[in-house]
């Protein structure tokens, strides 16, 4: 089966496929800092003992995930809340993730809707 060809990295170096180069590493951890560094902090967005007890609540009620039936770990917004207290504390919005479906599929779909709305 053939292999890919190494492709040339913006800086000059010649990268295996499939490996990032290490100045675009560099490049993705300082535009993830930036962006944490304006983000609001969990208790700021809402995420405080008040959530962790509801929370904590609904998964005992709803232990499956959602989308593959493992138990679940954490409780996801369903339509992002974005702030808005009225949509984060409505439990008709909430369902049951485990942390891989969370992490991986779930923040993929919103990363794609976003780019959606902002193509408009």
């Not at 496929?17 to 944490?36: I, Q, S």
């Not at 609904?58 to 949509?87: E, M, S, T, W």
């Not at 409505?90 to 969370?102: F, M, T, V």
Request: with cysteine.
């Amino acid at each position: 089966m053939p292999s890919r060809a190494p492709r040339i990295c913006g800086c000059g170096h010649r990268i295996a496929p499939g490996v990032a180069c290490p100045c675009e590493e560099r490049r993705a951890r300082e535009r993830k800092a930036r962006h944490d560094q304006r983000r609001p902090t969990a208790r700021q967005r809402g995420y405080t003992a008040e959530w962790e007890r509801e929370s904590k609540a609904f998964l005992a009620a709803n232990p499956a995930c959602r989308r593959c039936g493992v138990p679940a770990a954490l409780v996801d917004h369903i339509q992002p809340h974005k702030g808005n207290q009225r949509l984060f504390w409505n439990r008709s919005n909430w369902q049951p993730l485990c942390r891989p479906c969370h992490s991986g599929a779930k923040q993929a779909q919103e990363r794609r809707e976003e780019t959606k709305t902002h193509d408009c």
